[in-house]
Nanobody, 123 residues
Framework: QVQLVESGGGLAQAGGSLGLSCTAS????????MYWYRQVPWTQTALVAS???????TYVDSVKGRFTISRDVAKNTVYLQMNNLKVEDTDVYYCNVDTRTLTTWGDYPANYWGQGTQVTVSL
């Protein structure tokens, strides 16, 4: 199994900044694409950003130019730097990771979620 632990988030004023991090640990053979999602209340999760193994990043239009996703391969960690925050960025943010997870007999593809961290932006 692989565990994801998120940190960061909290409360910021509109126009301010917050950073999120998410570290994977456990029976990791390799980590592929890493993602950040947001949970809009009473709806499904929505992709915010992703970063591939070669560092190619993608963003939803609403955060382009404001959010930056990055990763530290050696630390199995993905980050989300959120600048120029808006009230509508308020949400619970989840990291998500595509891995190959080790077993006694080899490894298999598996996807894992972090526990979620609250981001609240006020006027």
């Amino acid at each position: 199994q692989v565990q994801l632990v998120e940190s960061g988030g909290g409360l910021a004023q509109a126009g301010g900044s917050l950073g999120l991090s998410c570290t994977a640990s456990g029976r990791i053979a390799s980590i592929n694409t890493m993602y950040w999602y947001r949970q809009v209340p009473w709806t499904q999760t929505a992709l915010v950003a992703s970063i591939s193994t070669n560092g190619t990043d993608t963003y939803v239009d609403s955060v382009k130019g404001r959010f930056t996703i990055s990763r530290d391969v050696a630390k199995n960690t993905v980050y989300l730097q959120m600048n120029n925050l808006k009230v509508e960025d308020t949400d619970v943010y989840y990291c998500n990771v595509d891995t190959r997870t080790l077993t006694t007999w080899g490894d298999y593809p598996a996807n894992y979620w972090g526990q979620g961290t609250q981001v609240t932006v006020s006027l």
